[in-house]
């Protein structure tokens, strides 16, 4: 089944989130595919702001490669950025399984970059940007 949520504008991108996780139901391990600047980072704070993970905590990964967050219920949530990662090794090296079979939800950014080591039922998130500025968040389940 084909899902789509359309976000006209920043003031909509917290409500988006949130029919986001309804939608997505158990799903833990959530991976965007976004061209640079179409929102990946945006959409992952909205998500952890929804969460309940205070806003000063989010930012994006690139550097750490994973930031670990505390939604208002306790439970971790793991942010990856794998936009510097060259070599799977690397993705290795950081304990990247020891995230992904934690139970947490997990929300990766350029996964394009391990693609070879994600596990099967990780959920395959699109962002698309339309010629009015506004984005499609899109995935199939």
């Given at each position: 089944?084909?899902?789509?949520?359309?976000?006209e504008?920043?003031?909509?991108?917290?409500?988006?989130?949130?029919?986001?996780?309804r939608?997505?139901?158990d799903?833990?391990?959530?991976?965007?595919?976004?061209?640079?600047?179409?929102?990946?980072?945006?959409?992952?704070?909205?998500v952890?702001?929804v969460?309940?993970?205070?806003?000063?905590?989010?930012?994006?990964?690139?550097?750490?490669?994973v930031?670990?967050?505390?939604?208002?219920?306790?439970?971790?949530?793991f942010h990856?950025?794998?936009?510097?990662?060259?070599?799977?090794?690397?993705?290795?090296?950081i304990?990247?399984?020891?995230?992904?079979?934690?139970?947490?939800?997990?929300?990766?950014?350029?996964?394009?970059?391990?693609e070879?080591?994600?596990?099967?039922?990780?959920?395959?998130?699109?962002?698309?940007?339309?010629?009015?500025?506004?984005?499609?968040i899109?995935?199939?389940?």
């Amino acid at each position: 089944m084909k899902h789509e949520i359309v976000i006209e504008s920043l003031a909509r991108i917290d409500e988006a989130a949130a029919e986001f996780l309804r939608e997505i139901g158990d799903s833990r391990l959530v991976a965007f595919y976004a061209s640079m600047g179409a929102g990946k980072t945006t959409f992952s704070t909205a998500v952890c702001r929804v969460l309940g993970v205070e806003d000063d905590a989010v930012s994006s990964p690139t550097f750490a490669i994973v930031n670990e967050y505390r939604a208002a219920s306790g439970d971790p949530v793991f942010h990856f950025d794998f936009y510097r990662i060259t070599k799977l090794e690397e993705a290795l090296d950081i304990g990247l399984y020891d995230y992904l079979d934690s139970g947490c939800l997990c929300l990766m950014e350029w996964p394009e970059n391990i693609e070879e080591l994600l596990p099967e039922e990780t959920l395959k998130v699109s962002i698309d940007v339309r010629e009015d500025g506004s984005r499609v968040i899109s995935w199939d389940d």
